[in-house]
């Protein structure tokens, strides 16, 4: 089966400083990996994914998260972090023994960027 | 048009009360789903729906019955639940082609209480 691993609750960081969000992943064959955060009583939204191609992906506001297959890690990333950044982050990766449908998302962690 | 609407947002039933949960998209997706969330958890498959036919059901128990009466309207009927049963439950949408069931698009939830 496929699973992902978020191993912090929280992280917290000051407003301008670059922030580190980890991820790891377990799976059989090529990772399919997602990166979704959501708001308070909001839905998730989409960030970013890595299917296949560069390591370094780019996403939505400002996001980034890089790929390393020999640690499999797929650490979400912001240069500069913001206020508004906070919210909670989700990992997830494609459950390829259940087809393309079905994405299997990791416990959470939650952003805390102070001012 | 991009948004995925959830209707109601809230909504506090009986356990033997009969209600429906509504999920309504216009952005030509084919693919929709339910998704269950749990407080302080990630949110969990139950059921997706690909060009309005059922094809993904995570053993969910029979007290939901989802429906998909066309390609831009997906419903989860609720009948006889549990307290247990009380979350926040995400309907989202993915458009047909490469990214079918890759990206999703979600609402915004219906937050339920069963008393």
């Known amino acids: 089966a496929q699973s992902v691993a978020q191993p912090e609750d929280q992280v917290n960081v000051a407003e301008g400083n670059p922030l580190t969000v980890k991820c790891t992943y377990s799976?059989?064959?090529?990772?399919?990996l997602f990166w979704y955060v959501q708001y308070p009583n909001r839905g998730l939204q989409f960030l970013l994914k890595?299917?296949?191609?560069?390591?370094l992906v780019k996403g939505s506001y400002g996001f980034e998260a890089e790929f390393n297959k020999s640690q499999t890690s797929f650490h979400l990333k912001k240069p500069s972090a913001l206020v508004s950044d906070s919210a909670l982050y989700f990992c997830?990766?494609?459950?390829?023994?259940?087809?393309?449908?079905?994405?299997?998302f990791g416990t959470g962690t939650r952003l805390l960027v102070s001012p | 048009d991009t948004e995925v609407t959830q209707t109601p947002k809230h909504l506090v039933m009986g356990m033997t009360n009969k209600k429906s949960l509504k999920c309504e998209q216009h952005?030509?997706?084919?693919?929709m789903y339910w998704y269950k969330q749990k407080a302080k958890k990630p949110p969990e498959l139950m059921f997706v729906?690909?060009?309005?036919?059922?094809?993904i059901n995570e053993s969910v128990p029979s007290r939901f019955s989802p429906e998909c009466p066309n390609s831009s309207l997906l419903n989860l009927h609720l009948h006889a639940l549990q307290p247990e049963d009380s979350a926040l439950y995400l309907c989202?949408?993915?458009?047909?082609?490469?990214?079918?069931?890759?990206?999703?698009?979600f609402g915004s939830g219906t937050q339920l209480s069963v008393l």
């Open positions: 799976v059989s064959g090529n990772p399919y």
């Open positions: 989202a949408s993915s458009p047909p082609g490469l990214d079918h069931g890759e990206k999703l698009f």
């Open positions: 997830a990766v494609r459950d390829m023994d259940t087809g393309f449908q079905k994405l299997v």
């Open positions: 952005m030509g997706h084919r693919a």
């Open positions: 729906y690909s060009y309005e036919k059922l094809s």
């Open positions: 890595y299917i296949t191609g560069d390591n």
